[in-house]
Every structure is written in C-alpha cells, then in structure tokens.
Nanobody, 115 residues
Framework: VQLQAFGGGLVQAGGSLRLSCAASRNIFDINVMGWYRQAPGKQRELVARITRGGSTNYADSVKGRFTISRSSAENTVYLQMNSLKPEDAAVYYC??????????WGQGTLVTVSS
C-alpha cells in the first residue's frame, strides 16, 4: 500500500487544517487507517484511527477538536483539525494496517502552529 499525505502547513493557534491521506488501494480493504504525529524530541504517537468497520479512536489530547473520516470514492482518509494549539505542531504521518498485519506509512506532512 502506498500512502500519500498532504495538507500540512502553518496556521495560527485556534485555526484549522485538514490533512488528507490518499491510498493506492481500496481503503475498505485495509483494516485500520490512522494518523500519527511526531514532534521534535518526542516519540511518534497515535492521533486518530478508523477501522474498516468505521470505528474511530482518538488521543485524549485531540478529542473534540480533531475528526477522522474517509472517502471510499477517493480512497482517502482525512483528519480535520480544529482549534489547533501550539502543542499540536508536529510531523503528521498516515498509517495503514492491512488484514495480514502489514503496516505502511506515508511520507509525513508538517503542521506548524504559531501562538
């Protein structure tokens, strides 16, 4: 599975961004798709994920502000980020886990939040 993530950029605190992750195959053939982030000096952490069945999970730090969604027509998973905070600044990575347990990563997209 090839994943292409885009949509990052510079935004002021309180602003919004929408990240997109385009997959090279039908996303409904993928068990779990998710967004992770890694800030400088920190470990990569889960932000949000969505299962094939549509169940979603969010990190506590983004609940109520971020929404993960998908489009089968576009084989794309989105991350709508609202009320951004400086601590949300990181490189965001798209992830896909297939039914065979293989984990794939996109190239990352940088989100910068100015205070």
């Amino acid at each position: 599975v090839q994943l292409q993530a885009f949509g990052g950029g510079l935004v002021q605190a309180g602003g919004s961004l929408r990240l997109s992750c385009a997959a090279s195959r039908n996303i409904f053939d993928i068990n779990v798709m998710g967004w992770y982030r890694q800030a400088p000096g920190k470990q990569r952490e889960l932000v949000a994920r969505i299962t094939r069945g549509g169940s979603t999970n969010y990190a506590d730090s983004v609940k109520g502000r971020f929404t993960i969604s998908r489009s089968s027509a576009e084989n794309t998973v989105y991350l709508q980020m609202n009320s951004l905070k400086p601590e949300d600044a990181a490189v965001y990575y798209c992830s896909a886990v297939t039914g065979t347990g293989d984990n794939y990563w996109g190239q990352g997209t940088l989100v910068t939040v100015s205070s």
